[in-house]
């Protein structure tokens, strides 16, 4: 019977490489909490855990041309660093565009404030995303929820970028049918 508990930092690297979960469930059972300590002093459990899954997926993805140059507790370190500045960044710009939008629209237009309910328009929202397919909804999300160029959204889900752009035309097409002219205020500005 393998031990993989037995097996050195190179080793679980190259058994991952192949494809082996067994090697990679090992790598993260050794090292998420180490993740998850550095990225909940700044962001708190429940990011924490975000950027925990996000780390991992990306690392699984990219096994085929991972190269474990040193020790996998510098590898997260660094991965750590860069997902926990990524995160403030997005959630920085997220919500000063957010503020900006809220601000330029209740000024401009007071009259369309009394038809318009901004919550109420988050909730449409949802719920239209909700009934995408499934594939689709995941691109869409990942595109104007977390910020992610096509070309990230093809590598994290291990699909053709034309896949990608297929998913998100087919979920804008169906967005902008629902909203109509609102289409752009909300997929540049809202949060679904």
């Known amino acids: 019977m393998v031990r993989y508990g037995d ?15 067994h090697a990679f469930t090992e790598i993260y059972r ?9 990225a909940a002093r700044r962001l ?8 925990i899954q ?5 690392l699984w993805n ?11 507790r510098h590898y ?7 997902e926990i500045i990524g995160f403030f960044r997005k959630a920085e710009i997220v919500s000063s565009y957010k503020q900006h939008l809220k601000s330029t629209f209740i000024e401009n237009s007071e009259d369309t404030l009394h ?17 995408l397919p499934e594939k689709c909804r995941l691109v869409f999300k990942l595109k104007y929820e ?19 752009e297929g998913h998100l035309s087919r979920a804008r097409k169906v967005v902008k049918k629902h909203f109509g002219v609102l289409y752009f205020l909300i997929v540049t500005g809202f949060q679904i």
């Not at 990219?62 to 996998?72: A, D, S």
């Not at 070309?151 to 990608?164: C, F, M």
């Open 44 to 51: 708190g459990d429940e990011d924490a855990v975000e950027v």
């Open 146 to 164: 977390e910020g992610l160029s096509q070309k990230q959204i093809a590598n994290q889900l291990s699909i053709s970028e034309k896949a990608v």
């Open 54 to 58: 996000i780390i991992f997926l990306n």
């Open 76 to 82: 997260f370190a660094v991965a750590a660093k860069y």
């Open 115 to 131: 038809l318009l309910d901004y919550n109420e328009l988050e909730n449409k929202l949802a719920i239209v995303v909700n009934d």
């Open 7 to 21: 097996f050195s930092d190179n080793e679980l690297a190259v058994l991952m490489k192949t494809g082996d979960h």
């Open 62 to 72: 990219k096994r085929q041309q991972f190269n474990l140059v040193r020790p996998f």
């Open 30 to 38: 050794r090292y998420w909490k180490q993740i998850f300590i550095v």
